[in-house]
């Protein structure tokens, strides 16, 4: 397929050309042989300049932007009402509802951003069905899911080094995560917190947490351990994109802690394609993943949030019980599993065909 057929493209995601969000898009609509724009997180208002001029010099038939940042939806936004280029969005993210964690001001202006965003755009890819049906309320006049995928694949004897090289014990039934450990003051959280403070309420010493990656929550996490750091609690830091799936294999679950709101409730986050990839049972909260996705390899605990009491209490009780037995019997669900929304090929056929008919469409006017 290419887009000669459909007219020129132009693709780009607003956390950066390198990131995997714009990893992720060129490889969704790479059978159309999108242009690429090289947006950089780091200079917005310059990127933004730029990303006009290019519309302007190139006159795409459709720019397809990946994320909801303010300095590319503003671009598009006004690209379509200066020349009526058209313009895509996809998101993973709903934005008034993840501004409104940080600000009510700010959440109120990205409650107008966003519905503008919607309202303006000819078409938007949702990370989620959820968030689909929620742009599409908001205006978005069509729409389609794509999930994401998984980068890569652990590397032979992965577990064993990694483990040896962390001081984790080889019998010990490891739990953990690998993500950003932003640190929110208004909810004094960061992912991760909810396994430190359970493992601390936990005797047995056969049960460690493993956290991978960095941010401004790790230094707080880390004094949260306490006498735990480095015997129960292991935190590795940021590892490379590709060393990743080595440290999911030293696990034996994955934690995907979201809260039950307009933020979490609408994710399944990139996260949830490499924990199943890693043959990993997830323990995650009671949003609607947990029960539209679940074949047997999930536990849903209780709590509105991952900071809550309520989640914590739940967490711990379920290191303090959990055995290999029920692990690996989840282990086997998700070899046993149905459906995979999280494959690549697919998702990039569905991504192609709905650009291709939204052009047409397009063009019948």
């Not at 919607?118 to 599409?136: D, H, K, N, S």
Request: one cysteine or more.
């Amino acid at each position: 397929m290419s887009s000669a057929g459909v007219g020129p493209i132009l693709c780009f995601a607003t956390q950066g050309h390198e990131h995997i969000e714009g990893e992720r898009i060129r490889a969704l609509l790479e059978p159309l042989d999108p242009s690429s724009f090289t947006f950089e997180r780091s200079g917005k208002l310059g990127s933004a300049r730029r990303l006009m001029r290019a519309i302007e010099a190139q006159r795409p038939a459709l720019v397809v932007m990946e994320g909801t940042g303010t300095a590319g939806g503003l671009t598009l936004i006004a690209m379509n009402a200066r020349h009526g280029i058209p313009f895509v969005v996809s998101s993973g993210d709903a934005v008034g509802p993840f501004l409104h964690l940080h600000s009510p001001l700010v959440g109120a202006l990205g409650d107008v951003y966003e519905r503008l965003l919607m309202r303006r755009c000819a078409g938007f890819i949702g990370w989620t069905p959820y968030l689909v049906g929620r742009a599409m309320t908001l205006g978005a006049p069509r729409g389609m899911t794509a999930a994401g995928w998984t980068r890569g694949q652990a590397r032979d004897g992965a577990r064993e080094r990694v483990r040896e090289q962390l001081g984790i014990p080889a019998d010990s039934l490891v739990v953990g995560l690998a993500g950003s450990l932003h640190w929110n003051d208004r909810v004094e959280y960061g992912y991760g917190a909810e396994l430190v403070r359970a493992i601390g309420m936990v005797e047995r010493r056969d049960v460690a947490v493993c956290i991978v990656g960095d941010g401004s929550g790790r230094a707080r996490l880390e004094a949260m351990a306490g006498e735990d750091l480095g015997s129960r609690v292991f935190m590795p830091g940021r590892v490379a994109p590709e060393e990743v799936p080595d440290y999911l294999a030293a696990l034996d679950i994955g934690t995907l802690s979201q809260s039950v709101d307009g933020v979490g409730a609408f994710r399944y986050t990139t996260k949830l394609s490499e924990y199943l990839a890693a043959g990993l049972p997830v323990i995650t909260t009671e949003i609607p993943l947990a029960y539209d996705l679940d074949e047997g390899y999930m536990w849903r605990l209780p709590g509105r949030a991952p900071w809550s009491a309520t989640h914590v209490d739940a967490l711990a009780r379920l290191l303090a019980d959990v055995s290999a037995e029920e692990v690996q019997a989840r282990r086997e669900a998700i070899a046993r599993r149905h459906g995979d929304p999280f494959d690549r090929d697919a998702q990039q056929q569905r991504a192609c065909a709905f650009v291709t008919d939204l052009l047409a469409d397009l063009a019948r006017g």
